[in-house]
T-cell receptor, first 114, second 113 residues
Framework: SAVISQKPSRDICQRGTSLTIQCQVD?????MFWYRQQPGQSLTLIAT?????????ESGFVIDKFPISRPNLTFSTLTVSNMSPEDSSIYLC???????????FGQGTRLTVV | AQSVTQLDSQVPVFEEAPVELRCNYS??????LFWYVQYPNQGLQLLLK??????LVKGINGFEAEFNKSQTSFHLRKPSVHISDTAEYFC???????????FGTGTRLTVIP
């Protein structure tokens, strides 16, 4: 298994500001994933974060809006920039041990933009 | 492209009754299939997974699912639900050899006392 800690667990932010979400894993993993869960909707992959290289973004997500850092094999951050109310969502980080195995998820960060 | 359909957005069921949560997927290649549960204000937890082998998969908390390749389905079942099963359930697929998960829209299971 993998233990994932996400911070903050929730936040209320003013529009136009930025929030950085941290994800710490209890062991080294090659890839970390960031998902968004909008109210009443399913999870959507934002990007894949590999250590030592730039993150790979999914269609509809761009680095300027969601910059990601991956300084080492146990830590990653996702920043939600220039926030608007439409960014109000739960953001989750996820890791795999190996291809085809289960994904482990953090408890998520519930973001409300006012 | 892969997609996952969970036809039922909400399923109310009485305590100790059986339940089936439906999941259908579309993919032109082989996939892995997963069911995750999300309890209120918590992250996602794996219930069960199908990678290969027996099409009937047993998971935690008494849940099981059956992979039906011809119908491209992976329905989740439990013969007798408890109040504690009240949660959001997500079906997900990934391509074999890949890590990206594609999620369905979720089914909110509410167990009624």
């Amino acid at each position: 298994s993998a233990v994932i800690s996400q911070k903050p667990s929730r936040d209320i932010c003013q529009r136009g500001t930025s929030l950085t979400i941290q994800c710490q894993v209890d062991s080294q993993v090659t890839m970390m994933f960031w998902y968004r869960q909008q109210p009443g909707q399913s999870l959507t992959l934002i990007a894949t974060a590999n250590q030592g290289s730039e993150a790979t973004y999914e269609s509809g997500f761009v680095i300027d809006k969601f910059p990601i850092s991956r300084p080492n094999l146990t830590f990653s951050t996702l920043t939600v920039s220039n926030m608007s109310p439409e960014d109000s969502s739960i953001y989750l980080c996820s890791v795999y041990r190996a291809v085809g195995t289960e994904a482990f998820f953090g408890q998520g960060t519930r973001l409300t933009v006012v | 492209a892969q997609s996952v359909t969970q036809l039922d957005s909400q399923v109310p069921v009485f305590e100790e009754a059986p339940v089936e949560l439906r999941c259908n997927y579309s993919s032109s290649v082989s996939v892995y299939l997963f069911w995750y549960v999300q309890y209120p204000n918590q992250g996602l937890q794996l219930l069960l997974k199908y990678l290969s082998g027996s099409t009937l998969v047993k998971g935690i908390n008494g849940f099981e699912a059956e992979f039906n390749k011809s119908q491209t389905s992976f329905h989740l079942r439990k013969p007798s639900v408890h109040i504690s099963d009240t949660a959001e359930y997500f079906c997900a697929v990934s391509l074999t050899g890949a890590n990206n998960l594609f999620f369905g829209t979720g089914t909110r299971l509410t167990v009624i006392p």
